[in-house]
């Protein structure tokens, strides 16, 4: 059983328990008509949200008190979107994201142009979390009259991504980033320009994207094509090292050494679908 201490729209409340701990409640219709100290039972399709979370943009209450509340619904349908296609998430996010699609669309409302230089890298790289965030397409449409940009869906991706993984949005970010930047320093010292939407481009970026988790956890390669690569394609080995100590020094760790080789694979792979 619940006790409203604030109505903050029709469909979100702020109640407490009997242990007076705060919450927050979501719910089609759950606000409308209630009055303060009103007690309510949570119904089937409600989703309750605990006050007490710390998150990475400061205590969850104090998020709630400035947050318009339909950023707040538009951030539970993205995370009930985002269950239906992954199953179970953390749903602790919805602050944090609500706090970003706020400050996103404040600065929509004031014809700032969002910009995000890894949304093309985002789409493949989290492919099924991208397709989930725009749903917020239709919502911020339908609710605030506002249109979602490519790049902004790219950016609430990453949230959908740390929901689903135990994985912050800064470190999604840095994920994307580091792919991006060791693409490009290959499409340099070969020549090639890679198609985002190439079977090849997917391949390495998938590669890179892991080699970044194994550097950051000492995860080890139980393949080792050092001395084969280094033999018969000297100068793709030469590129690969280059792109290994690149990523190394960035993420300030060491790495094992079979890395080169495997990464050299890949980029003799993608040369020859790409020339």
């Known amino acids: 059983m619940y006790r409203i201490t604030k109505v903050l729209n029709h469909n979100s409340v702020i109640a407490v328990d009997d242990y007076a701990k705060e919450y927050l409640v979501m ?23 605990s006050l007490q979370n710390t998150t990475d943009r400061g205590e969850a209450m104090d998020i709630v008190k400035h947050i318009d509340p339909m950023c707040l619904e538009i951030s539970d349908a993205i995370l009930s ?8 998430v953390d749903r602790k996010i919805l602050f944090s994201l609500a706090d970003h699609l706020q400050f996103a669309l404040q600065r ?6 969002i910009k995000n230089p890894l949304t093309s890298d985002i789409k493949v790289l989290f492919h099924m979390e991208y397709k989930t965030a725009m749903c917020a397409l239709e919502l911020v449409k339908e609710k605030m009259g506002l249109d979602l940009t490519d790049d902004e869906i790219g950016y609430l991706a990453l949230h959908v ?24 320093k290959i ?4 020549g090639l320009t890679i198609e985002v939407t190439s079977l090849g481009y997917n391949r390495l970026m998938n590669h890179i994207r892991y080699m970044v988790v194994r550097m950051t956890t000492g995860e080890k390669l139980k393949l080792d094509m050092n001395d084969y690569m280094q033999v018969k394609f000297p100068e793709t080995f030469a590129i690969a090292k280059e792109v290994c100590d690149a990523m190394a020094s960035s993420l300030k760790v060491s790495y094992q050494e079979a890395e080169i080789g495997y990464l050299a694979m890949h980029i003799e792979r993608v040369s020859d679908t790409e020339e």
């Open 161 to 184: 991504h740390s929901a689903i993984e135990d994985e912050k949005v800064s470190q999604a970010m840095q994920t994307a980033r580091m792919v991006r930047e060791c693409i490009s």
């Open 187 to 190: 499409e340099n010292r070969t």
């Open 81 to 88: 979107e985002s269950e239906k296609n992954f199953g179970s």
């Open 108 to 113: 929509m409302q004031q014809g700032e142009i």
């Open 27 to 49: 719910g089609k219709g759950i606000g409308f008509g209630k009055k303060i100290s009103e007690s309510f039972e949570v119904g089937e399709g409600s989703t309750v949200y």
